[in-house]
């Protein structure tokens, strides 16, 4: 079976078959934070509207997803970038910059399909709770996932025509 593996920036979720039954289910009031950069001040994390998050005894996160329906058509933004990507990039008129896996959605005449069931993996201020402009969100459709904790960090680069440059987190 081939890994489904959904990144925004250096962190990721990991779609899996079933949270272990020795995970506790974690209570948040508002977001559920996967991983917080201290030399930024953002945080990648969930809506707890549309996520449902457990720890396992190791500590390693795990999350049900929920979401929300999303039913839309709109034009792709930064088409070729995001299509060598496999993402989808979109703004959404209520939901901002999101992006989604092209195996998730349907892409026709330079416009993404969406028609299911996703949570956004948020990119945001950790005070004002804003969107940042590091990443977009990313659509996360509905099933079971293993956290950040199990992929590990992986470096990120920005690329640029004149340089390929390490992303601060």
Same mark, same amino acid.
């Given at each position: 079976?081939?890994?489904?593996?959904?990144?925004?920036?250096?962190v990721g979720? #990991?779609?899996?078959? +079933?949270?272990?039954a020795? /995970?506790?289910?974690?209570?948040?009031?508002?977001?559920?934070l996967?991983?917080?950069?201290?030399? %930024?001040? !953002?945080?990648?994390? @969930?809506d707890?509207?549309?996520?449902?998050a @457990?720890v396992? #005894?190791?500590?390693?996160?795990?999350?049900?997803v %929920?979401?929300?329906? $999303?039913?839309?058509?709109?034009?792709? #933004?930064?088409? &070729? &970038?995001?299509l060598?990507?496999?993402?989808?990039?979109?703004? !959404?008129?209520?939901?901002?910059?999101?992006?989604?896996?092209? /195996?998730?959605?349907?892409?026709?005449?330079? !416009? /993404?399909?969406v028609?299911? %069931? @996703?949570?956004a993996?948020?990119?945001?201020?950790?005070?004002?709770?804003?969107?940042?402009?590091? !990443? /977009?969100? =990313?659509?996360?459709? %509905?099933g $079971?996932?293993?956290?950040?904790? @199990?992929?590990?960090?992986?470096?990120?680069?920005q690329?640029?025509p =004149? +340089?390929?440059?390490?992303v601060q987190?």
């Amino acid at each position: 079976m081939k890994k489904e593996i959904y990144r925004q920036g250096d962190v990721g979720v #990991e779609r899996v078959s +079933e949270i272990p039954a020795t /995970a506790k289910k974690q209570r948040h009031k508002k977001r559920i934070l996967l991983v917080q950069g201290a030399a %930024t001040g !953002h945080e990648h994390s @969930f809506d707890v509207s549309q996520v449902t998050a @457990f720890v396992d #005894e190791g500590g390693a996160q795990f999350f049900k997803v %929920t979401g929300k329906k $999303l039913k839309f058509r709109l034009p792709l #933004e930064k088409q &070729e &970038e995001k299509l060598i990507r496999k993402q989808a990039l979109v703004v !959404h008129p209520k939901l901002g910059k999101i992006a989604f896996r092209i /195996a998730d959605v349907r892409i026709e005449d330079n !416009h /993404a399909i969406v028609d299911g %069931t @996703f949570a956004a993996l948020s990119h945001l201020d950790s005070a004002s709770l804003k969107p940042s402009t590091d !990443h /977009a969100a =990313q659509g996360i459709p %509905t099933g $079971l996932y293993r956290g950040a904790s @199990f992929i590990g960090t992986v470096r990120q680069s920005q690329y640029s025509p =004149q +340089e390929v440059r390490r992303v601060q987190d």
